[in-house]
């Protein structure tokens, strides 16, 4: 016969035997409060890719502005644009030691007399800007060679105020990164003077017949007044706006050359 044993209790009396676990209790239930929802992951996933690309752009934008200090740009998106539309392009590099001064001093007269002052951004022009903007009724450019430069080199027309925020990163670089000089030379060799026209070679002699070595003081200041609208004004023959316009400019060219504001590309004059 075998014998039962049965567990006492402190008491003496016999204890309550444990009940057997309910069914299913072996297996924990999910913790659905634990998991983040969607829209967290979705966030996360967002930041992190956005923050990789802004990373991937500062590092390519920078490696780029460094090439382009040594190496000569390549056919610019303005002139992508124009050539997709159309227009015969013209374009012919050259040093800046090959283009005239007059040109440097006329394009700093009729663009951006405080060149070689500033960083990049003229902010004495930019506050005259704006305080004449009630008189005017618009809101007048007050772009300095930088940043056109930037605008031409890397980016294009158009774009609104997303464009210029990239245009003003690009300024920052070029200024940190090019000698006024080089500014100045891959300015001159990008700048558009209408008619699928681009840099200084090919709109001397497209328009007057001389190398950009050649150009007299007043060639230069009638390519420089046309700058800021290259399509819409003419220099063969200037209209009546343009040659008074051209004449202000070579007015302030002996100015430049006095007071030495051309003298970051063009060096002291020679005694």
């Not at 009638?222 to 009546?240: E, F, I, T």
Request: aromatic fraction near 10%; hydrophobic fraction near 45%.
């Amino acid at each position: 016969m075998q014998d039962q044993t049965r567990e006492q209790s402190p008491g003496g009396g016999a204890s309550a035997s444990p009940s057997p676990p309910a069914r299913g209790m072996g297996v924990p239930a999910p913790n659905w409060r634990g998991r983040a929802p969607i829209w967290r992951i979705f966030l996360v996933f967002m930041i992190k890719w956005t923050a990789a690309i802004v990373l991937l752009f500062i590092i390519a934008s920078v490696v780029l502005v460094i090439a382009y200090r040594w190496i000569n740009p390549p056919p610019t998106w303005n002139m992508a644009g124009a050539a997709l539309s159309g227009v015969d392009v013209r374009r012919e590099w050259t040093s800046i030691e090959n283009i005239s001064p007059q040109l440097v001093r006329a394009v700093i007269s009729a663009e951006d007399s405080r060149f070689c002052e500033h960083d990049g951004f003229d902010m004495e022009e930019i506050r005259r800007a704006i305080a004449e903007q009630d008189d005017r009724g618009y809101l007048r450019g007050a772009s300095t060679i930088s940043q056109q430069t930037a605008k031409n080199a890397f980016l294009f027309n158009g774009g609104g105020l997303v464009r210029k925020g990239f245009e003003a990163w690009f300024t920052l670089l070029i200024e940190q990164m090019w000698p006024k000089k080089r500014i100045m030379e891959i300015y001159l060799n990008v700048a558009e003077w209408g008619d699928g026209i681009y840099g200084a070679e090919a709109a001397a002699r497209l328009r007057f017949e001389v190398k950009s070595s050649d150009l007299s003081r007043r060639q230069a200041a009638l390519l420089a007044a046309v700058l800021p609208s290259p399509n819409k004004w003419r220099v063969d023959p200037p209209g009546r706006y343009v040659s008074r316009r051209a004449g202000q400019i070579e007015a302030r060219m002996g100015i430049v050359r006095r007071d030495g504001l051309a003298d970051c590309v063009l060096g002291p004059p020679k005694s």
